[in-house]
């Protein structure tokens, strides 16, 4: 579901909740039925999580000034702690 703006001539902007792309251009104002035209407006970009807004202007930087790699990373991974409820499994 998205939500999309509409502004009345006599009420003013209203929200609909519609699903993605099913917005008509005209739609009927809910307070007094008068035909309403579809405001575009910016996403709310600004309402993202803290961890989303950070990945995402990483992202935006690489674009023009990508991080450069001095060496070849190791091969070696860390091995992966296991798991803490198999500590409580019974032993053969």
């Known amino acids: 579901m998205a939500t999309y703006e509409y ?39 600004s309402v993202m999580p803290h961890g989303v807004a950070s990945l995402h202007e990483r992202e935006e930087k690489s674009r023009e000034a990508p991080a450069v790699v001095s060496e070849v990373p190791s091969g070696k991974r860390p091995q992966p702690r296991p798991h803490p409820a198999l500590s409580r499994l019974p032993r053969p």
């Open 7 to 45: 502004s009345c001539s006599l009420c003013g902007p209203f929200d609909v909740k519609l699903a993605i792309g099913t917005a008509p251009q005209t739609y009927g104002c809910p307070v007094c039925s008068a035909v309403a035209r579809r405001v575009f407006s910016a996403p709310a970009l």
